[in-house]
């Protein structure tokens, strides 16, 4: 009989510290474009505020909800419809460059793609709970484990999205490979999945354009080599100590869209190689402690619904910190918890009050 305590405390400090930290930088980062604007400093993080203190209720909400609630069918399902559903009316919006990524009521703009991936998680987690010695049975396991995440992965792909594509897979992956899944099986479905990549990276103008300025952005400094060489410009700006809050330069338009995908280059060039390692060290310690209530957690279900909900933010983080350093090719991946995006700081706050529920049950 597992022992009931209190969460994780560690874990708790440091979500609540990190979505702090990206309340500060958002308002940093977007302070000069938001009264540009709307004629405000304040618009884009009092937004992220309103959204981020409706997560923490939420988080608080789920804490105290026994997590073994979940694992049933009557709402495992209906969640992916329900996603399904939502990932489709999208197509239905007016696109914003290009991309039918959002459903906006009102006032309010909510993306779909984002509960995606705890759905995901929550349906593996619930799949595979019962069927860790069939990982052999391709059709009857991996075939209808991988199922309902690729159709969401399709629709997500035809918004476009690449980068929360390539994410909800690799959490896919992860997880199929912790309830032991055989290598051969990923091998398998790499050799489809590579044409397709190669198709959505070489085929499709835009991107491709992407792929060559990363191999050389020197090439087109002012066009397709423009935002790696501007975040690139920010991080080495930074140097040892940074230039000090507020006092990012690359952010007064040069470096595109500085309080979301890119807002770890404002975070080098303010708060410099320090700021940069602690927060990548915060990271680190969220995965430590998330990666333990998995690893501590007798119940399979539990188990592997930690698992999923920690290493999604890490791929995330690992992908976006990635890009801001030139290490792989742009994509639009939000650092977690600190980027602003209203419905992504909700649903990843709502998401780790399920993941502290589950550390009450480890000593």
């Known amino acids: 009989m597992a022992k009931r305590v209190g969460v994780d405390k ?13 309340l500060v930088m958002v308002f940093s980062a ?79 703009t909510l993306q779909p793609s984002e509960l995606a ?66 290598f051969k099986y990923f091998f398998y479905a790499a050799i489809p999945g590579s044409f397709i990549l190669y198709w959505m990276l070489f085929h499709v103008a835009w991107r491709r354009a992407r792929m060559l300025a990363f191999w050389n952005p020197d090439a087109d400094p002012r066009g397709t080599g423009f935002h790696i060489l501007q975040s690139l410009i920010a991080v080495g700006t930074g140097g040892f100590h940074g230039l000090g809050l507020m006092e ?39 995965g430590y402690r998330g990666l333990r209530a998995a690893i501590l957690s007798t119940d399979p279900f539990a188990r592997f619904l930690a698992f999923g909900l920690t290493t999604t933010i890490l791929i995330q983080a690992f992908f976006n910190i990635s890009v801001v350093l030139a290490l792989v090719p742009t994509k639009g991946i939000p650092l977690p918890f600190i980027s602003s995006g209203g419905t992504a700081v909700f649903i990843t706050l709502a998401s780790m009050g399920v993941l502290l529920n589950i550390t009450r049950e480890i000593d």
């Not at 560690?10 to 990206?22: A, E, I, K």
């Not at 209720?57 to 559903?85: C, E, G, H, Q, S």
């Not at 708060?271 to 969220?286: D, R």
Request: proline share 5%.
């Open 117 to 182: 991936k705890p759905v995901i998680v929550l349906f593996l987690s619930y799949f595979l709970q019962s069927r860790i010695h069939q990982m052999d049975d391709w059709k009857g396991t991996i075939l209808r484990a991988a199922a309902p995440p690729l159709l969401l992965v399709a629709l997500i792909l035809k918004e476009p999205d690449l980068g929360t594509s390539m994410v909800c897979v690799g959490v896919t992956a992860l997880m199929l490979y912790l309830a032991g899944a055989d």
């Open 30 to 108: 977007s302070a000069m474009l938001a009264k540009a604007q709307y004629g405000t400093p304040y618009s884009f993080a009092m937004k992220q505020a309103v959204w981020a203190i409706l997560g923490i209720v939420a988080l608080f909400i789920l804490m105290k909800i026994d997590y073994r609630r979940y694992n049933n069918p009557r709402l495992i399902f209906p969640a992916i419809a329900i996603t399904t559903l939502l990932l489709l009316i999208v197509f239905v919006m007016g696109a914003v460059n290009g991309a039918h990524r959002w459903i906006r009521i009102g006032g309010i």
């Open 10 to 22: 560690w874990l708790f400090g440091t979500v609540l510290t990190l979505v702090l930290f990206g």
């Open 248 to 286: 990012g330069r690359q952010k007064l338009f040069y470096i595109p869209e500085p309080h979301t995908d890119f807002i770890y280059a404002t975070i080098c060039e303010e708060l410099g190689l320090l700021g940069a390692i602690a927060l990548v060290g915060l990271f680190c310690f969220f």
